[in-house]
């Protein structure tokens, strides 16, 4: 994994070479996910998830996600309980089986992780 990490709050771009990539939002606090969170890529997505709780959560856009396996998502619902009221990780544009999965395996969580993009999860 590249890490173009600085220290003093400056912006992150995460990539990864086993088919993920994550980079930091550009307009607001959160990271955008890109390919596919599997067993190969699952450290750099934790750590990713991590660094994110750190800074007090933020957006997790999946838009660009094409496939995650149930553990990949279990570690971001992980990390949103693990951010410290007033502040929240909220995932927006997730894919269909990303709101099917939470809905079936985390069904508290699935309405609060989910920002209003106009689709019920």
Do not use: N, Y
């Not at 173009?4 to 980079?23: F, N, T």
């Not at 909220?90 to 993009?117: G, M, N, Q, S, Y």
């Amino acid at each position: 994994m590249e890490d173009a990490a600085s220290a003093g709050g400056q912006r992150r771009d995460h990539r990864i070479e086993a088919g993920l990539r994550i980079l930091d939002l550009p307009t607001s606090s959160g990271i955008m996910v890109i390919g596919t969170i599997d067993p190969a890529s699952r450290a750099s997505w934790e750590t990713s998830l991590h660094l994110l709780v750190e800074d007090g959560g933020g957006t997790v856009d999946l838009s660009c996600l094409s496939f995650t396996d149930v553990r990949g998502m279990s570690a971001l619902v992980d990390a949103a309980r693990r951010v410290q009221p007033p502040r929240s990780l909220k995932i927006r544009h997730p894919p269909e089986t990303v709101r099917k999965v939470l809905r079936l395996f985390w069904p508290e969580e699935a309405a609060r992780l989910v920002a209003d993009d106009g689709r019920s999860i």
